[in-house]
């Protein structure tokens, strides 16, 4: 579980928002949302607190897709590689000069090192702080610490914002109407406000739980490698299919099995096919052994031609056997017989081996389908969260307005 | 410098240069007259440049990690070691013809002092690529030069480096340097065998020997990595006829410094000598199975190790425990990188609930940069390693070097590539942007062949940005930057 998703400072700020909000409506002794006992102070406090709070929950979203869409104003505050390497190189003359004895204090060293990043005009991209250090663990009298600044905060600190400001938002909604469903403006603001605040509250579980429960089912290899081993097993057959496809010219029904196969991922259909096609083969293979064995103990003149000739009756292996058994010499005739034989080998391996990477590449999609609907699961609240969120912005605007106007 | 400049004739008349190759000059100066059709002539700017230092300007600063190799062509330039105290002490000066820098080039590690120009200095810098190349000539006039200088300048106060040595005099260290022998192995050749006699104590000069034992299934079993300044071969001093007991192979082109035991025995004759020395291999060996105690009963650690991960100083990794597989920080660095191309990839080492992702460790013997022909890779003072993509060729022998795979090769986008892929506001929006067919992107050749030229492309860091756009916008704090050593508890020796 991701305990971080709780941990922030904002939880207690909007804590005390809610709370706060809460006492001033008990000590005027009004109800919430009743027109009847409202105290219009109250009301036009809470509904500004309640917008004001909404509003800092949507920064999350503008500032994620600013970064996204590349307006972001940090990045205009990019400098060249050089002056970092210039700056690099002063801060370790200022470290230098430390451990000499120039400086007395850290705030003198501090000083110092800020100076180097404001004259190199890099102050913007890195954030320098000093600290005395600690000699018995190997560190210098001064430390000198570089970080970036990350002037906007980080997105987690946001998201964090996002969520217990979207949550206390609600609670002054409520205090603020009280659910009143008089009016269709009320009703939509209400209904609106209860779907944002429950599907972002099954959000921040299923943002908490769903990572550890995506990797249970993940195993080895993550969702990003499963896609990748997708690819490469998807490239193999294809190869595959292409050396089966021409060591297969004549055996239509098992190359078109096969692409059926790899089309559709069908793995119990194509291995039916495969155990039929191999069945008919080997009653043939079967025999052509026997007639082999059998030459093999004899001398080869002393088999008969219809023995050879017996093998072409067999629809599969057909063509290729009749040719070997009319051969009139016996020893290429033999010879015919046993090529056969050796393709039928080599045939047999290949569309086994093709039948194995169909197998595993089903494996592979069976679990990326998992983990696809988990992930499906993990977002699908946010169908729902955001056209209803974006909706919501619409109608605050509209019911701020139609006050203002009545 | 002025442009006419007998830059070759320069090079030839310099000693390091008397015996090299023809084909390493020409890495540095191509002649107008033989060079090949659309061949740069002249000055090799990508792995040599000439400088000018004014006096009293640093050419090169203790600590550092740059790597280059400097010649002094005209002027004077000094040496100062700055010791722990803040004094400086002056090394040497260096006048025509002399070199400096030699050191960081061979062993990748922090410069050991700084060179500041006394006069107005003209200087030949030299990329490590190069470098390396013709160091690695074990026959020519540089190498032998090299390894001449090493032994006379350094080898002394790099022997202090090795703990056996701690308590010897300076006076007994020059007598080992006099003495021992520089040798030099080819990446895969092994060092030493398990069951063979121990013979001799190596100190490594630069590259990288893996250390491992056969387990009782057969299977191998390592101990460790030996980087630079590493010492092994301890036991053959401590007496009996020890063995060296674990196989050793070089998994790059390794230098060493081998002392055999007779050298101790002609250097070390007093009693009071031979009992420091005794002591400090003792102390050195107990030190030793206690390491190889732990190594062998950490899962985690063998997997470290084994992935060559200890040769990295950070590592990004993903708690998967926290993420939820959002996609915003390949986003995020797709959004920082002009040309639209993801430096990060979510694939890598998995421990556990972690993953290693295949972000640049910047590593301390940096295998990539190594492996480039072309000066396409360099690293910066702080360590970090950069690419430069007007450099790159192509070849991807980076990417394959790369013991992490960390180095990709992707066609780079041209200016005009990118405003075409760049997409409008509207295919920025979900769902809409479904409906809306992207224009196709028409790639521009740049190969000699006409095809699309893929460069390598790696991690930056966000170099010039005030936050690494990966870990600054995970919302869900599912992303870090960690030592290895952080992750695992263990570090070089």
Redesign the interface.
């Known amino acids: ?2 305990l ?2 709780f941990k922030s400072v904002h939880g207690p700020i909007a804590l005390v928002i809610c709370v706060a909000s809460t006492a001033w409506l008990i000590a005027i002794g009004a109800t919430a949302g009743t027109r009847a006992g409202s105290n219009p102070t109250y009301v036009l406090w809470s509904g500004w607190i309640a917008a004001a709070l909404m509003l800092v929950a949507m920064l999350y979203c503008a500032r ?2 600013m ?4 307006y ?1 104003p ?2 205009k ?5 050089s002056s ?2 210039a700056s ?2 002063g801060l ?2 200022v470290r ?1 000069r430390a ?4 400086f007395s204090s850290v705030a003198e060293v501090n000083k110092a090192a800020q100076r180097v990043v404001i004259d190199e005009g890099v102050s ?3 954030a320098v702080s000093t600290r005395a250090g600690n000699p018995a663990a190997g560190e210098s009298q001064y430390v000198i610490e570089v970080k ?4 906007f905060g ?3 600190k ?2 964090h914002a996002h969520i217990y400001y979207g949550l206390a938002s609600g609670v002054l909604v409520w205090l603020h109407g009280g659910f009143a469903m008089t009016h269709p403006m009320g009703i939509l603001l209400n209904v609106l406000t209860a779907l944002v605040i429950i599907t972002g509250i099954i959000g921040i579980f299923l ?1 908490a739980y ?3 429960w ?2 249970r089912h ?1 195993k ?1 290899l ?4 499963n896609f ?1 081993l997708d690819a490469s097993l998807k490239d193999k057959i294809r190869d595959h299919l292409v050396a089966v496809k021409k060591t297969l010219p004549d055996e239509k029904e098992m190359v078109a099995a096969l692409e059926k196969g790899f089309a559709s991922g069908n793995h119990d259909r194509l291995t039916t096919v495969f155990k039929s096609w191999k069945d008919a083969k080997t009653a043939i293979v079967d025999l052509a052994n026997g007639v082999v064995a059998a030459v093999s103990e004899a001398k080869e003149e002393a088999v008969p031609a219809a023995a050879f000739a017996s093998l072409s009756n067999s629809p599969v292996l057909k063509s290729e056997m009749e040719k070997a058994a009319q051969e009139e010499d016996p020893k290429k005739r033999l010879a015919g017989v046993k090529k056969v034989l050796a393709n039928y080998t080599k045939e047999n391996q290949l569309v086994e081996d093709a039948v194995v990477l169909l197998g595993q590449r089903n494996g592979t999609r069976a679990g990326l389908a998992q983990l696809t609907r988990i ?1 499906f699961f ?1 977002n699908v609240w946010r169908a729902i969260h ?1 056209p209803a969120s974006l909706a919501l912005c619409g109608l605050i605007v509209l019911h701020v307005l139609s006050v203002w106007w009545y | 410098m002025t442009d006419d400049f007998d830059v070759l004739g320069l090079l030839q008349s310099l000693p390091l240069f008397e015996k090299v190759k023809p084909g390493a000059l020409k890495k540095m100066y191509v002649d107008p007259e033989k060079a090949k059709p659309g061949q740069q002539t002249g000055l090799q700017d990508k792995h040599v440049q000439f400088i000018v230092a004014n006096p009293g300007e ?1 050419i090169v ?4 990690l740059d790597t280059e190799f400097y010649i002094v062509i005209e002027g004077i330039a000094s040496a100062y070691r ?1 010791e ?5 002490t002056l090394l040497g000066s260096y006048g025509q013809n002399d070199f400096f820098g030699e050191m960081s080039a061979i062993s990748h590690q922090a410069r050991s002092a700084t060179v500041k120009a006394d006069a107005t200095c003209t200087l030949m810098r030299m990329d490590v690529t190069l470098f390396q190349q013709l160091f690695g000539d074990k026959t020519s006039s540089f190498a032998k030069i090299i390894d001449e200088r090493y032994r006379e300048r350094a080898l002394a106060f790099h022997l202090m480096t090795a703990p056996i040595f701690k308590e010897t005099s300076q006076e007994k260290l020059k007598l080992v340097a006099d003495r021992a022998e520089l040798v030099s192995y080819e990446k895969d050749a092994v060092i030493t065998v398990a069951t063979d006699p121990a013979d001799a104590v190596f100190l490594v000069r630069s590259g990288i020997i893996k250390r491992s034992t056969t387990g009782s299934m057969g299977e191998e079993r390592v101990h460790d990595y030996l980087c630079d300044n590493s010492s092994f071969g301890e036991q053959a001093l401590a007496g009996g006829e020890p063995t060296w007991g674990y196989d050793g192979v070089a998994m790059s082109r390794v230098d060493l410094v081998r002392m055999p035991c007779k050298l101790f025995q002609e250097v070390f004759t007093s009693e009071e000598d031979k009992h420091k020395l005794t002591r400090q291999v003792s102390l050195l060996l107990q030190e030793e199975q206690g390491i190889k105690t732990s190594l062998s009963d950490d899962d985690r650690n063998e997997l470290l190790v084994g992935q060559e991960t200890i040769k990295g100083t950070e590592a990004l990794v993903i708690d ?6 959002c996609n ?1 920080c390949v ?2 660095c797709v ?2 990188h002009e040309d639209g191309i993801p430096r990060l ?3 890598g080492i ?1 421990m556990g ?1 972690l ?1 290693l992702s295949s972000a640049c460790y910047n590593c301390k013997i940096p295998e990539c940069m190594l492996s480039c022909n072309f000066g396409a890779i360099r690293r ?3 360590g970090q390693i ?1 690419i430069v993509v007007d450099n790159c060729t192509g070849c991807s022998k980076c990417e394959s070097g790369c013991p992490y795979g960390v180095i990709r090769m992707a066609h780079v986008l041209t200016p005009a590539e990118q405003s075409a892929q760049q997409p409008s ?1 509207w295919e ?1 929006i ?1 769902l809409l942007n479904k409906l809306i067919k992207p224009k196709p992107v028409e790639v521009m050749a740049d190969s000699p062949k006409g095809k699309p030229m893929a460069k390598a492309i790696k991690c930056d860091l966000c ?7 990966c ?8 992303i870090a930057r960690r030592s290895p050593e952080a992750i695992s508890g263990i570090g070089n020796r």
């Open positions: 579980m991701n971080s998703l994620k897709y970064h996204k869409l590349k972001s940090e990045l505050l990019k400098v060249p590689i970092l390497e690099e190189a370790n003359d230098r451990a000499r004895g120039d913007q991209v890195i970036p600044p990350e002037k980080r997105m987690t946001w998201l943002f769903g990572p550890s995506m990797t993940e080895d993550n969702f990003e490698e990748v992930k993990m955001i | 640093v600063r203790q600590g550092e700055s722990d105290g803040g004094k400086s998967l425990k926290k993420c939820t597989r915003a986003e995020s959004s920082v990839s979510k694939r998995r609930d993953t910066d003072k702080d950069h506001i920025s979900p170099a010039g940005l005030p936050f690494e756009a870990v600054y916008n995970c919302p869900c704090d599912a």
